[in-house]
């Protein structure tokens, strides 16, 4: 069973360090401690969250312990990876409330009864001044600048806040506080799952294994799915928004959507895969649903989609919207919260993604009492 799992890990993961090493402990059967670490700097894990949790739960199968790190002193500082400028600090109420809404997440994929749970404060929050000093004794500030995001802000001159080289320190500390055997991640934390190795090995313990998983891009096709850039698809989004967002993806990215996070393996696979694009991203959108919510709630959903936006018409119940007069179509989606600013809105006129009456309408047009507006899957009545 071992060898099989190991061979079904290595086909989805970008790297494997030590590869050997992992393979030998697999097929000889040790029980390991495989760790992931999330930060709570957010309340939703979205569909590109799946890749790694498909992973862990591949790990439970096999007979491991997953240990779920939920970073609550960690967010405190702000994890810099892949990011250009400094992250704000959250306070503990916000790192609190966003930690409360992953268990019932994780839960879509993993066994609970089989996760061993750690906030790292428990041994973080408790370091004294002396122990932070002999923490960052284990290595030197050459080998922190050598992360590609630290470096490309210091040749770009932007600023790097003190606080911040403390992060990998605290996470690779993490691995040896649970005495982590595997550690797994996004290629975007490469960089510290290395880190944690040299200092599990400072600290004399035997370095954990690691794999790096692909990141997903979200549904704009060009940046990595994230909910500060609007482009994710939540895993407790309704039915309908998930639907509606996946089929708003790019053709380019259906097949590695189907390979990701679809949880379609083998013949199943392979069927969606021969399909044409708009056949296969509505075959995506269902079995993404179906994970998610079950078959009932995939159903109902692609068939609101297909009302909408094949049939063309409208839902049962349209949102209503007070309107004093006439009002232009830019100002209107802003108030109503279709589009973020007024940038947005135009984005979304000028892509034809705004109708009026069921008719495209572009950036210069108005709207007043009876009219429908329609645009990302909203319907609003002007009253």
Not at 292 to 313: D, I, N, P
């Amino acid at each position: 069973m071992s060898r099989e799992f190991f061979g079904r890990l290595r086909e989805r993961a970008v790297e494997i360090h030590v590869e050997d090493h992992l393979r030998a402990r697999l097929e000889r059967g040790d029980s390991l401690r495989v760790k992931l670490g999330l930060d709570p700097t957010a309340p939703d894990l979205h569909v590109g969250h799946l890749v790694v949790l498909d992973a862990l739960r591949a790990f439970q199968d096999d007979g491991h312990t997953v240990v779920i790190i939920i970073g609550d002193y960690t967010a405190l500082i702000g994890d810099p990876s892949g990011r250009s400028e400094t992250r704000p600090v959250l306070t503990p109420e916000q790192v609190a409330t966003n930690a409360e809404t992953y268990f019932e997440q994780v839960d879509l994929v993993l066994d609970r009864d089989r996760i061993e749970v750690r906030y790292n404060s428990e041994w973080l929050a408790a370091m004294t001044a002396a122990d932070i000093l002999r923490l960052m004794s284990k290595a030197t500030l050459q080998q922190i600048l050598q992360r590609e995001d630290f470096s490309d802000r210091v040749k770009a001159g932007t600023p790097i806040g003190a606080h911040e080289i403390l992060y990998p320190f605290n996470q690779a500390y993490d691995s040896v506080a649970i005495d982590a055997d595997v550690e797994i991640g996004g290629t975007d934390q490469l960089f510290n799952l290395l880190f944690g190795r040299e200092i599990q090995k400072a600290y004399g313990q035997e370095p954990q294994d690691i794999a790096v998983f692909p990141l997903l891009e979200g549904t704009d096709g060009s940046m990595k799915m994230g909910k500060s850039l609007g482009n994710y698809i939540g895993l407790t989004e309704p039915p309908e928004e998930i639907y509606g967002k996946t089929m708003s993806i790019p053709d380019t990215l259906i097949e590695k959507y189907l390979r990701l996070v679809s949880g379609l393996e083998g013949p199943d696979l392979d069927a969606v895969l021969a399909m044409k694009p708009r056949d296969a991203k509505a075959a995506l959108a269902r079995q993404l649903v179906k994970r998610l919510h079950g078959k009932e709630a995939a159903a109902r959903a692609e068939e609101a989609f297909s009302r909408q936006f094949v049939r063309k018409e409208q839902p049962e119940n349209v949102e209503e919207h007070h309107i004093d007069g006439p009002t232009d179509i830019i100002s209107l989606l802003v108030e109503t919260g279709i589009a973020k600013s007024r940038n947005d809105a135009r984005r979304l006129t000028q892509q034809g993604g705004v109708r009026k009456n069921g008719e495209k309408v572009d950036e210069t047009g108005q709207a007043t009492t009876g009219d429908v507006i329609s645009a990302r899957r909203r319907f609003i009545r002007l009253k």
